[in-house]
């Protein structure tokens, strides 16, 4: 990534619109840490180029945000006062000024404030739950569910989830939950899942995944193979008798990449689940998506 700004800010110059232009270089702190990283995952780098500057790199001391951006381009811009959050990093002065973090983690919203440079541990307070507006788990059986930030997934996720990714999301730990609120169902229905399972065909080769319907067994399979499953089981209408219907995956093999010796994510991952449903046993294979 260094080298490709590097090669950008070469081809501005060689346009001529290097000078003039205001450049802002904000780094992704990813999305795969988990709390116990902190404050690790708060350390993405901002550098800054207004138009017409001088000079070689200087670190600033100013305590910017991210919800700072918009006011320093509008100001930047010559665009007038800007009214939402935020302030304008140029004119930000030295000394502690408060900031707010939020992230998700097990499903649900959770933040934590900081007052300080963050490279001082002292300057983190302690991580709070944000309450919200718990949205529908309500679910129409046919219905194929996309998993990730993109999809719909989100509302149904139970225990044992990392925060979601655009299209997947990876369980953490050895098992994970759905949860879905059923209308009435006369029949049988078929869980179908969709997932792309933890292999390392060297370190880790086979990865087991089991799915319990409301506490009972609907199915077993063994993934050898980093691509993409989908797999379907066959689920009684018997044992779908209560107002909120859980469907459990157990991981026995799931692990972590750094105890594999493959990565410093220490996330215990079994699969990246990408989608799920569950389809009548009377339509299923009858070109509705069932897994």
């Known amino acids: 990534m260094v080298r490709l700004l590097a090669r950008f800010v070469t081809r501005?110059?060689?346009?001529?619109?290097?000078?003039?232009?205001?450049?802002?270089?904000?780094?992704?702190?990813?999305?795969?840490?988990?709390?116990?990283?902190?404050?690790?995952?708060?350390?993405g780098l901002m550098a800054i180029k207004p138009p017409g500057s001088r000079g070689s790199l200087r670190t600033s001391p100013v305590q910017s945000s991210m919800t700072d951006l918009p006011a320093t381009l509008v100001e930047q811009a010559g665009l007038g006062e800007f009214s939402g959050p935020g302030m304008s990093i140029f004119s930000l002065e030295p000394g502690d000024r408060q900031r707010r973090f939020v992230f998700m983690h097990d499903g649900e919203l959770h933040s934590l404030s900081i007052s300080g440079p963050v490279s001082d541990p002292d300057s983190f307070g302690p991580i709070e739950h944000v309450d919200t507006v718990v949205r529908s788990r309500a679910y129409r059986p046919g219905k194929r569910v996309l998993a990730g930030l993109a999809g719909e997934g989100g509302r149904y996720l139970g225990e044992g989830w990392s925060s979601q990714d655009d299209r997947l999301v990876w369980n953490n730990g050895h098992e994970a939950t759905l949860l879905l609120e059923l209308p009435p169902v006369d029949g049988d229905l078929v869980l179908g899942l969709e997932f792309i399972p933890n292999i390392d065909p060297d370190r880790h080769p086979a990865q087991r995944i089991s799915a319990e319907v409301n506490g009972r067994l609907v199915g077993e399979w063994v993934a050898e193979e980093k691509r993409g499953m989908r797999v379907r089981a066959p689920v009684p209408a018997e044992w779908l008798d209560r107002p909120l219907t859980e469907i459990r995956l157990i991981l026995p093999d799931a692990a972590s990449p750094a105890e594999l010796g493959s990565g410093s994510d220490s996330r215990t991952l079994g699969v990246a689940l990408t989608a799920f449903s569950l389809v009548p046993a009377s339509q299923d294979g009858n070109g509705e998506p069932g897994g």
Do not use: T
């Open 12 to 43: 501005l110059k060689a346009l001529g619109v290097y000078d003039q232009s205001l450049i802002i270089f904000q780094s992704d702190h990813g999305g795969g840490f988990e709390p116990d990283h902190m404050p690790v995952r708060l350390l």
